[in-house]
C-alpha cells in the first residue's frame, strides 16, 4: 500500500489558500486566538529565566540558536494582535497556529510522537522517534543538538529559518539597523527567493546533510510523500505582510518569480543530492528520486492487458524503466518559454539527455545531472533578476495547463501543475491582474483538476489532461 494519498492535503492547500487570502486580519484569526494565546504563555514562561537574551557576539562568531522563547516577549513578536508598527508582532500566534497549516511548523516535533509517527519509526527500528535522528533533522531545529536553549519540543522554530539570533537578536528590533545590516550579522535573507528556496528545500525535498532526506526505505515505512511548491507553501505559512513597508525594507516579492526560481532550485537539489552518496542505497538507485507509480502500478500479464503508462515525450527513457521524478522539469520547462526562450531548448535537451542516461549507467547520468543542474542554475539566475508581467504569468499559467499536457503521465507532475495554476492565478487576482469573478469561473476546472489528483493510487492522466487543458483555454481568454 501506498502512505496516505495527498490529495486532500493538496486539495486542502488550494483552499487553504483561498481562505487564508480571504481572512488576513480577519475573524478567523480572533477565533483562533484563545486556543494560541494558551501555548504562547507556555511558551513565554520557558523563555524567562534564560539568560541567553543579550549575550554580545562578535559578528564572526558562527550563530548561536537561542531558542523560540527569546523571540516570544509580548512587545516583541508575541503580542496577541497584529499591531506592530513595522512587523506585525503577532508572529507566533500565527506559527502556534492550532487549525491550519500556519502553524505546522511548530508541531513538527510533536507529530513524531503521533500515532503514525511512532508506527513509522517501529518499523525501521528506530526507537522514539522524537529523539531519532534520522527524523529531527526535518521535525525540528536542525542546529538543537547543538544548542542547549533550544527546545526540540517547539519543533521548527523561528531560528531554523531566519537564523540564529546570537548576532543579531538586539540589532534587529532597533529601527537603525537595515536588513542588509542584520543578514551580515547572520540572519537569513528569506526575502531573497533563492535563499529561501534553498532553505525550504533542505526539509521539504532533502539535503545531504545528517537527519535530512527521507529515503525509500523512510517512505516504505508509511512517511506522507513530500511535494511542495514554494510560492504556494510560502503564501500557506504567511506570518508577515507585504505592504508598501515591507518593500522599502526587502526585496519585493513576486509570486511568479518565487515560484519559478523554487521550480528552479527544486530540480537543482533533486539533481546535486541523487549525484551525491545518497543517490545509491547499496547495488540500486535511491528508489526516492523516481516516481513511486513507475514501480507501483497495479499488474496483469494478461494477453488483453493495455498497460496503464503512457509514452512521455519529454522522457526518452525505454519501457519498463523506472522514471526520474520530473515534475520540476515540466514547470521549469513551461517557465523558460516563456520568458528565457534562447534557453528553453538546451533545457529540454538537457533534460531529455538526463532522463536517457538514466538507463545508460551511473557515471553518465551524473554527468548529465551535472549538465542539467548548469542549466537550471542559469535558469534560477535569470529568474531571479527579472519582473514577470501580468501577459507573461497568464502565458506561463497558459503553457503549464496545456503547452505541456503531453507530459502529465504521472501523479506528481500533474500535482505540480495544479499547484502552479492555483498559486499563480490567486497571485494575478491578488495583484488586480485578474478580476475574482473571471478568477470563479475558471474555479470549477481547477477543482475538477484537483479531484483529479486525489489519488496518487488511481492517477488517470488523460482525465488530467482533459480537466487541465479546460482550466487553460478559459485562462488563455483572459489574456
Ligand atoms: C527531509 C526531511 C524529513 C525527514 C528526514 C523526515 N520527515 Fe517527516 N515530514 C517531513 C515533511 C516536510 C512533512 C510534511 C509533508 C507535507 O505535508 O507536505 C513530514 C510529515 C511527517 C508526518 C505526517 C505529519 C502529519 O501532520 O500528519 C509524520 C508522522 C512524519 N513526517 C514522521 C517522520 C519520522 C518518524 C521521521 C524519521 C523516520 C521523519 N518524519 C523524517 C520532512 C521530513
Ligand atoms: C518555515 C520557515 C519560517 C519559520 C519557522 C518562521 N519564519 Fe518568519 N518568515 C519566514 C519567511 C519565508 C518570511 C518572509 C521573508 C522575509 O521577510 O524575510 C518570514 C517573515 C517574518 C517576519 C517579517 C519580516 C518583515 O520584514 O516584515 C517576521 C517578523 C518573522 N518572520 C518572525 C518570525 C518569528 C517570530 C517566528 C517564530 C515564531 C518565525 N518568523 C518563524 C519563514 C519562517
Ligand atoms: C527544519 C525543517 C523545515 C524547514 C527549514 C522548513 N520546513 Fe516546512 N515543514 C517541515 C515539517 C517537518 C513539516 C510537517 C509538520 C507537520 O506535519 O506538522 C512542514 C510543514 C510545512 C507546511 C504545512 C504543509 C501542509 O501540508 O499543511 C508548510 C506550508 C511549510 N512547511 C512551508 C515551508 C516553507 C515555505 C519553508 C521555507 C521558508 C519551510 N516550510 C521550511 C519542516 C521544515
Ligand atoms: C524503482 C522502483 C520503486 C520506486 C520508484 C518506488 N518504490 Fe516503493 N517499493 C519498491 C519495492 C521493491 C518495495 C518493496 C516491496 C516488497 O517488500 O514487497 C517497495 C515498497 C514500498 C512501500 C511498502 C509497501 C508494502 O506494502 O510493503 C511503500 C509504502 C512504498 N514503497 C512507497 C513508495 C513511494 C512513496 C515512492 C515514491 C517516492 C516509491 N515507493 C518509489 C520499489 C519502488
Known amino acids: 500500500m501506498m502512505p496516505?494519498?495527498?490529495?486532500?492535503?493538496?486539495?486542502?492547500?488550494?483552499?487553504?489558500?483561498?481562505?487564508?487570502?480571504?481572512?488576513?486580519?480577519?475573524?478567523?484569526?480572533?477565533?483562533?486566538?484563545?486556543?494560541?494565546?494558551?501555548?504562547?504563555?507556555?511558551?513565554?514562561?520557558?523563555?524567562?529565566?534564560?539568560?541567553?537574551?543579550?549575550?554580545?557576539?562578535?559578528?564572526?562568531?558562527?550563530?548561536?540558536?537561542?531558542?523560540v522563547g527569546s523571540c516570544a516577549g509580548s512587545t516583541c513578536h508575541g503580542r496577541q494582535e497584529a499591531t506592530g508598527t513595522v512587523v506585525r508582532q503577532d508572529e507566533l500566534m500565527r506559527w502556534q497556529d492550532p487549525a491550519s497549516s500556519g502553524g505546522a511548523h511548530s508541531r513538527a516535533?510533536?507529530?513524531?510522537?503521533?500515532?503514525?509517527?511512532?508506527?513509522?519509526?517501529?518499523?525501521?527500528?528506530?526507537?522514539?522517534?522524537?529523539?531519532?535522528?534520522?527524523?529531527?533533522?526535518?521535525?525540528?531545529?536542525?542546529?538543537?543538538?547543538?544548542?542547549?536553549?533550544?527546545?526540540?519540543?517547539?519543533?521548527?522554530?523561528?531560528?531554523?529559518?531566519?537564523?540564529?539570533?546570537?548576532?543579531?537578536?538586539?540589532?534587529?528590533?532597533?529601527?537603525?539597523?537595515?536588513?542588509?545590516?542584520?543578514?551580515?550579522?547572520?540572519?537569513?535573507?528569506?526575502?531573497?527567493?533563492r535563499t529561501r528556496a534553498g532553505?525550504?528545500?533542505?526539509?521539504?525535498?532533502?539535503?545531504?546533510?545528517?537527519?535530512?532526506?527521507?529515503?525509500?526505505?523512510?517512505?516504505?515505512?508509511?512517511?506522507?510523500?513530500?511535494?511542495?511548491?514554494?510560492?504556494?507553501?510560502?503564501?500557506?505559512?504567511?506570518?508577515?505582510?507585504?505592504?508598501?513597508?515591507?518593500?522599502?525594507?526587502?526585496q519585493r516579492p513576486s509570486a511568479t518569480r518565487t515560484w519559478a526560481v523554487g521550480q528552479a532550485v527544486a530540480l537543482m537539489r533533486a539533481l546535486g543530492t541523487y549525484s551525491s552518496a545518497r543517490g545509491t542505497a547499496g547495488a540500486f538507485p535511491e528508489f526516492t528520486f523516481f516516481d513511486c507509480q513507475t514501480c507501483h502500478r497495479r499488474i496483469s500479464d494478461a494477453i488483453d492487458y493495455r498497460p496503464s503508462a503512457l509514452a512521455n515525450p519529454g522522457r526518452p527513457i525505454p519501457p519498463g524503466t523506472p522514471a526520474f521524478?520530473?515534475?520540476?522539469?515540466?514547470?521549469?520547462?513551461?517557465?523558460?518559454?516563456?520568458?528565457?526562450?534562447?534557453?528553453?531548448?538546451?533545457?529540454?535537451?538537457?533534460?531529455?539527455?538526463?532522463h536517457a542516461a538514466l538507463a545508460i549507467g551511473r557515471p553518465q547520468a551524473v554527468a548529465a545531472a551535472g549538465r542539467l543542474r548548469g542549466t537550471a542554475d542559469t535558469l534560477a539566475d535569470a529568474f531571479a533578476r527579472r519582473p514577470f508581467s501580468r501577459a507573461e504569468t497568464l502565458a506561463i499559467v497558459g503553457q503549464v495547463a496545456t503547452g505541456a499536457a503531453q507530459r502529465y503521465t504521472d501523479y506528481e507532475g500533474g500535482v505540480q501543475a495544479v499547484m502552479a495554476i492555483d498559486t499563480l492565478l490567486s497571485a494575478l487576482v491578488r495583484d488586480g491582474g485578474v478580476s475574482p469573478a473571471a478568477a470563479a469561473g475558471i474555479r470549477g476546472d481547477i477543482d475538477r483538476a484537483y479531484a483529479a489528483v486525489r489519488d496518487a493510487n488511481g492517477f488517470r492522466p488523460l482525465e488530467f489532461r482533459a480537466a487541465i487543458s479546460r482550466a487553460g483555454a478559459a485562462i488563455r481568454k483572459l489574456a
Open 4 to 67: 496516505g494519498s495527498t490529495l486532500p492535503s493538496v486539495r486542502g492547500r488550494g483552499a487553504m489558500v483561498r481562505i487564508r487570502k480571504s481572512v488576513i486580519g480577519g475573524r478567523a484569526w480572533v477565533l483562533l486566538w484563545f486556543a494560541a494565546a494558551i501555548g504562547m504563555v507556555v511558551l513565554i514562561s520557558a523563555g524567562r529565566g534564560r539568560p541567553a537574551m543579550a549575550v554580545p557576539v562578535a559578528a564572526v562568531e558562527a550563530p548561536r540558536h537561542l531558542g
Open 109 to 193: 516535533w510533536a507529530v513524531l510522537g503521533s500515532p503514525r509517527g511512532l508506527s513509522i519509526a517501529a518499523k525501521l527500528s528506530l526507537g522514539d522517534p522524537r529523539a531519532a535522528a534520522d527524523c529531527l533533522g526535518c521535525h525540528a531545529d536542525p542546529a538543537a543538538a547543538r544548542a542547549p536553549g533550544v527546545r526540540l519540543s517547539d519543533g521548527v522554530g523561528c531560528e531554523a529559518c531566519h537564523g540564529g539570533a546570537s548576532g543579531w537578536l538586539d540589532s534587529h528590533a532597533s529601527t537603525s539597523a537595515s536588513h542588509r545590516q542584520n543578514v551580515a550579522r547572520g540572519m537569513i535573507a528569506l526575502d531573497d527567493p
Open 199 to 250: 532553505l525550504c528545500a533542505d526539509c521539504h525535498f532533502g539535503s545531504e546533510a545528517r537527519g535530512q532526506f527521507v529515503d525509500h526505505r523512510i517512505m516504505a515505512a508509511g512517511h506522507p510523500r513530500l511535494s511542495f511548491e514554494l510560492d504556494l507553501f510560502s503564501t500557506m505559512q504567511q506570518h508577515w505582510n507585504e505592504d508598501a513597508d515591507y518593500a522599502r525594507r526587502k
Open 325 to 354: 521524478q520530473d515534475e520540476n522539469m515540466i514547470m521549469l520547462s513551461a517557465a523558460a518559454q516563456v520568458v528565457a526562450p534562447d534557453l528553453a531548448g538546451a533545457f529540454d535537451r538537457d533534460s531529455r539527455a538526463f
